[in-house]
């Protein structure tokens, strides 16, 4: 009897080289989708073919030329990291926002640009139970990590709390229902803090409260919890789940704030002690003094300096800047490249003086 099979023979798969963040750059936009009004998620793929291997929660730092000068700026990665083919990343338009404007009206697909990545550390830790706390669009690192859940089928004991200004805000509200609607270890609470445009909204409105968290997450101290959003949000966020019981070694958060963490002054003896180099920011035009005990960006936003920068410790990569001229002593976490490092560029966020100094600032 012969027989044959209805369904082609299948081909082999064929191995592909993986992205490698200390030598691949170059991306391309493959996609543009809006999310909101003014949210819009853009797909990249390696313009080599390559795939890429990332934890969700983790972000890729691109760098940009917007109006003729250079600028870098981080997005979390917002898509499952099972899809090696691509990542997506999802923008907020910011009004007056520089770098965010420019991304929306001028990324597209077919755009080339240059990333770092993946970075960073908020990853999922191994708990049976998560709360996965969002604000705005504090929400892309952690939507990665319930679509990874999702592709990979794990038995899941999740409530996902994502808090906006209103109903059309609630990025990936509809993609989340689905989810939701699937996996049945997932529980979702959308807080739009007021109900304009959508007059008949079921649920309750306002900020995250203690009672509110009581009501929502009635086991939430037996739970890890896992924040992302504006700076008062995570604040309210952590104060919230403290007084409700979760210990600090179960709150992670993840924010791309612009505070300086080591703005701090020192004692007036110390300080007095202490060398002071001289700071040139030589397309600014301003020139200022910096302790041999501080970093350039902490003392650069004393002075009113303009500097981009998001985490201040050295990850992110934001406030990467040429060094002209001089040499600092910096420690950073992973936000620059020796390879950019070489070609004289530094963190003013994680680098203290040695020398005088002038940056293409």
């Not at 949210?39 to 003729?68: C, E, I, N, P, W």
């Not at 701090?264 to 300080?271: C, F, K, N, S, T």
Request: proline residues 6%; glycine residues 8%.
């Amino acid at each position: 009897m012969d027989t044959k099979s209805a369904f082609p023979a299948m081909k082999p798969i064929e191995k592909t080289e993986f992205w490698n963040r200390d030598l691949d750059e170059d991306l391309v936009c493959i996609d543009v989708h809006p999310e909101t009004h003014d949210v819009k998620t853009f797909t990249f793929v390696s313009t080599h073919g390559k795939r890429f291997d990332f934890k969700a929660g983790q972000y890729f730092l691109f760098d940009l030329k917007v109006d003729q000068e250079p600028e870098s700026r981080c997005y979390s990665i917002s898509s499952s990291p099972q899809r090696t083919n691509a990542f997506s990343v999802t923008v907020k338009r910011v009004p007056g926002g520089k770098i965010s404007n420019w991304f929306h009206d001028n990324v597209v697909a077919g755009f080339e640009v240059k990333g770092n990545g993946p970075l960073g550390h908020f990853i999922r830790p191994d708990a049976r139970k998560l709360l996965l706390l969002s604000g705005g669009s504090g929400i892309t690192p952690v939507m990665s990590i319930v679509r990874e859940l999702a592709d990979t089928y794990e038995p899941i004991d999740v409530v996902f709390m994502h808090a906006a200004r209103s109903p059309r805000d609630l990025i990936f509200r509809d993609d989340l229902i689905r989810l939701a609607t699937r996996e049945k270890g997932l529980r979702l609470h959308f807080l739009p803090e007021m109900t304009a445009g959508e007059a008949h909204w079921p649920g309750l409105t306002g900020r995250i409260s203690p009672d509110y968290m009581k009501l929502a997450v009635p086991d939430l101290s037996e739970r890890t919890v896992m924040c992302c959003g504006p700076a008062p949000f995570m604040a309210a966020a952590r104060a919230i789940v403290a007084e409700l019981g979760v210990p600090a070694c179960n709150y992670i958060e993840e924010s791309f704030d612009a505070a300086v963490i080591d703005d701090i002054d020192l004692p007036v003896a110390q300080e007095a002690a202490t060398r002071m180099f001289a700071v040139d920011f030589a397309k600014q035009g301003r020139k200022i003094d910096v302790s041999g005990e501080q970093t350039v960006l902490s003392c650069a936003k004393k002075a009113g300096v303009k500097l981009p920068s998001s985490c201040s410790n050295g990850v992110c990569g934001t406030c990467k800047s040429k060094l002209v001229s001089g040499t600092v002593d910096m420690n950073h976490n992973g936000g620059i490249r020796q390879r950019e490092i070489d070609a004289g560029l530094f963190l003013p966020c994680c680098s203290k003086p040695l020398s005088d100094l002038v940056i293409d600032r």
